[in-house]
């Protein structure tokens, strides 16, 4: 994490080259990038709220290594476009937990890996002193894997609030007699509410679940390469805001996948980096970035009791990189 009295300095120095622009000359030049030896913190959490009368929420940490390669083209003298992807080369396994609202004791626990990767293609409309404006499509996947499942001290009490819950609910009840009076091997309330329990020891299959969404994105951003590419210090500053206008999730535990479009949600994205150019061909740069998407709940509901849903999650993820930029024009 990088501590206040580091940034005073770094932003000191963008705002520097960019008030010394009008003692430079613009130029609008092509580039390619390449991240190596990269790092991300990644945290992502999940939360159902008032699901069978409970609130739950998860909560998973990890740090992965990851890479961040793209492009940057010139078209004339004020727009141009850029592909960056990102992507996690090793997802690193650690313990998930589940944790219900008003209880001590967490309800289960899992050990689980997260691969999460982005793609944005955005245009750049240039003011001609380093500083100019994105927009475009923002492409992002999140794979994560559950296993190793362990019962919580906390499951007996979200097991009895829910049949508490479902039996307050006479539509839910309905369901449920249904369930009884079929020939399905559920002979009773009680073998219902058996068969329903959460019991995470006993699913001893490992959950996958797949993630897509695409976006709109736009925001400003700051290169000192397009001032000066010459030998000397490089620096680099952007921030993105935008929104997904599809969504689509596949979990290994339902029988279909959910998607929506313009469902809500928030993503924003920044990068903050301190380098040097070699050259007008190669530099090398210190990278900073940090990715923050939040998605509200999709839910499908098939009767008064039973649904499909993904709960509200949240992820945020800090890395650093070494990266690489070249221009053999």
């Known amino acids: 994490m990088i501590t206040r009295p580091l940034l005073k300095p770094l932003f000191a120095a963008i705002a520097l080259a960019s008030s010394s622009a009008a003692m430079a000359e613009f130029e609008n030049r092509s580039f390619s990038v390449f991240g190596a030896a990269g790092m991300q913190a990644v945290n992502y959490s ?36 850029s592909i960056i992807s990102h992507s996690t080369l090793i997802a690193f396994e650690d313990t998930e ?8 004791d967490p309800v289960q626990e899992s050990t689980n890996s997260l691969s999460f990767s982005t793609l944005d293609i955005s245009l750049a409309w240039h003011f001609q002193n ?46 449920v007699d249904q369930y009884v009076a079929a020939d399905n091997g559920i002979d009773s309330r009680d073998d219902y509410f058996d068969a329903i329990a959460n019991n995470p020891q006993a699913n001893s299959a490992v959950v996958f679940e797949d993630t897509a969404n695409f976006g709109l994105m736009a925001g400003i951003a700051y290169d000192s390469y397009f001032m000066t590419q010459s030998s000397g210090p490089r620096y680099q500053f952007s921030l993105e805001v935008g929104t997904p206008f599809y969504e689509r999730v596949l979990n290994s535990g339902e029988d279909k996948a959910l998607d929506r479009t313009f469902g809500g949600g928030l993503d924003v994205t920044a990068k903050l980096g301190a380098g040097y150019q070699f050259s007008t061909q190669l530099s090398a740069m210190l990278l900073v970035t940090g990715h ?9 509901w098939y009767n008064a009791l039973d649904s499909t849903r993904l709960p509200e999650n949240t992820l945020t993820a800090y890395a650093g990189y070494l990266s690489l930029g070249w221009n053999f024009e």
């Open 292 to 300: 923050y998407s939040h998605r509200d709940e999709i839910v499908e």
């Open 46 to 81: 999940e939360e159902l709220n008032d699901w069978y009368g409970v609130d739950l929420k998860s909560d998973f940490s990890t740090v992965n290594f990851v890479q961040r390669s793209g492009g940057y083209t010139a078209v004339d003298e004020n727009l141009g476009f």
């Open 97 to 104: 937990e589940w944790n219900m609202g008003g209880v001590a």
């Open 130 to 175: 380093g500083w100019y404006a994105t927009g475009g499509m923002h492409y992002q996947k999140t794979a994560f894997s559950r296993f190793d499942w362990t019962m919580g001290a906390g499951n007996d009490e979200l097991n009895s609030t829910m049949r508490a819950y479902i039996e307050s609910q006479p539509a839910m009840m309905e369901v």
